[in-house]
């Protein structure tokens, strides 16, 4: 098979491609925006043609959630319309697409995981932008696409959470995080294993939920860092998101039903602590930081 990764220099795109160089038989073109503008039609139609995919993985996005309320339009353009571009693109050469989407296309106001045909109800320009990309995905490419919404990714390429608590655990006596928000976190080199297999799969396409399983909230999530660092997880101080407002509201429930994923035969995917804990072993240096 041959696959085609957009956003190959973000956590999940250099994950996917770690994951593809296991995999026999798999011819693998990894792409960022530097090499393919996927707003670009033209560009898009010019690598296809050249390259001849047979699956589309797009980790391509514009995640910058509070910069996203400022600049929706760029947002939407990397996040509706290169999408809509590659679905199109993807649907004429007769190629599978596995488009990564997000729990912030939800209110965040729910009290029980939420269902793929959950009515999304975004609140930020993020959400937006992203649920704008998952409506031109599976109305241009039906037949032939997943669309897969995660939350709380992180990874040992880039910027994320996890670096960042774990940089402010070395700076700071306390640090204070925000514990009235819930979620899944999610090891985006987990992420990368279940994209693959659900690409490979025979399982129907449409809307697929994939998270690390369990859950947990930011406050909980840092104090799980800390102890992977060794650190006193005590330090970790609770607060409330109105203690810390943001421009981009953020959702408070953010947790996702693997059930569609099960039901198609797909597995289960690990416990986030757990993922968390693999992470650390599995890339050391990337998690903690050097010291002076």
Not at 13 to 26: E, P, S
Not at 36 to 62: C, E, G, H, K, W
Not at 135 to 141: K, N, Y
Not at 169 to 174: I, K, Q, V, Y
Request: proline share 6%; net charge negative; aromatic share 8%.
């Amino acid at each position: 098979m041959r696959w085609l990764i957009t956003g190959s220099h973000g956590q999940l795109g250099t994950d996917l491609q770690q994951i593809l160089a296991r995999v026999a038989d798999a011819t693998v073109r990894a792409v960022d925006v530097d090499e393919l503008d996927i707003t670009d039609s033209r560009a898009v139609d010019s690598m296809f043609a050249d390259f001849q995919p047979d699956v589309v993985l797009n980790a391509a996005a514009y995640t910058a959630v509070d910069a996203a309320e400022e600049n929706e339009d760029l947002a939407y353009r990397v996040n509706a319309t290169g999408p809509a571009v590659l679905a199109a693109a993807a649907a004429r050469a007769g190629a599978k697409l596995v488009h990564v989407s997000t729990d912030y296309v939800f209110a965040g106001d729910a009290t029980s995981a939420y269902e793929v045909d959950d009515q999304p109800d975004p609140r930020s320009a993020y959400g937006r932008t992203k649920l704008a990309g998952e409506v031109a995905v599976r109305e241009l490419h039906p037949d032939g696409s997943y669309v897969v919404r995660t939350a709380w990714v992180y990874g040992a390429t880039g910027a994320n959470f996890v670096k960042t608590m774990a940089r402010l655990e070395r700076e700071r006596d306390n640090v204070s995080v925000v514990d009235d928000q819930r979620g899944s976190p999610t090891w985006s080199f987990d992420l990368a294993t279940a994209l693959v297999e659900l690409a490979q799969s025979g399982a129907p396409f449409g809307v697929y939920h994939c998270t690390n399983s369990g859950d947990t909230t930011w406050c909980g999530f840092t104090r799980a860092i800390f102890e992977e660092l060794g650190a006193d997880p005590s330090r970790v101080l609770a607060v409330t998101t109105a203690e810390f407002p943001r421009p981009a509201p953020r959702p408070a429930y953010s947790v996702l039903s693997a059930t569609a994923w099960e039901r198609a035969g797909l597995t289960p995917m690990p416990a986030w602590r757990e993922g968390l804990r693999r992470a650390f072993a599995q890339s050391p240096d990337a998690f903690r930081p050097p010291s002076d």
